[in-house]
């Protein structure tokens, strides 16, 4: 139990377009939804959380107007990459608080951006 | 504060030995401490975790050892297995589902 099922696993955008990335509670409600950005060899490194039904809430340091994140409902937030750059390529991974079962990880992102 | 220290950054066992990776945190507010094992571009995956009314538990092979008053904790991997080599995080977060707080991560290798 306690799944969350991340989309796409790889992408690969041309410099200036937009990429979303979907998060998917399965069996579980998300009322939060945490985003991660992970570099090479490196830890995860919080971008963002999302509550559902209310604006995300951003770390220092991290664009808000690049990263535009959506928890419209229960079992679904996004994240969109804006006007992506080469600099924005990534690993981008999204966690859930699941209960019992702790935190859930998706199976992460590829991006990149050429 | 918010800080958790791991060490060490990479590690190199022979199969069958015993794996040992070390944290350390400051904030005492923190009463969740999960350990994480991730494999090249995946999620990270629940190892197994601890909480501080324990200062042990045990999995299988896997064992968290918590020192709540040294503020650190631990894991063991016991008969380490080539299948085990991956990177292994430790976390801590305050209260439920608040965010956790990583630490730098440890890169096992584990040789056959």
């Not at chain 2, 976390?91 to 965010?99: D, I, K, T, V």
């Amino acid at each position: 139990g306690a799944v969350v099922s991340q989309h796409p696993s790889w992408v690969i955008c041309k410099s200036g377009t937009s990429v979303k990335i979907e998060c998917r509670s399965l069996d579980f409600q998300a009322t939060t939804m945490f985003w991660y950005r992970q570099f090479p060899k490196q830890s995860l490194m919080l971008m963002a959380t999302s509550n559902e039904g209310s604006k995300a809430t951003y770390e220092q340091g991290v664009e808000k107007d690049k990263f535009l994140i959506n928890h419209a409902s229960l079992t679904l937030s996004t994240l969109t990459v804006t006007s992506a750059h080469p600099e924005d390529s990534s690993f981008y991974i999204c966690s859930a608080p699941a209960g019992s079962y702790g935190y859930t990880f998706g199976s992460g992102t590829r991006l990149t951006v050429v | 504060q918010q800080q958790v220290k791991q060490s060490p950054q990479s590690l190199i066992v022979q199969k069958g030995g015993i794996s040992i990776i070390n944290c350390a945190y400051e904030n005492t507010a923190f009463d969740y401490f999960p350990w994480y094992q991730q494999f090249p571009g995946k999620g990270p995956a629940l190892l197994i975790a601890i909480r501080p009314d324990v200062s042990e538990k045990k999995e299988g092979r896997f064992t968290i050892s918590f020192n709540k008053s040294a503020k650190q904790f631990s894991l063991h991997i016991m008969d380490s297995q080539p299948g085990d080599s991956a990177t292994y995080f430790c976390a801590a977060s305050p209260l439920s589902a608040r965010q956790l707080t990583f630490g730098s991560g440890t890169q096992l290798t584990v040789l056959p």
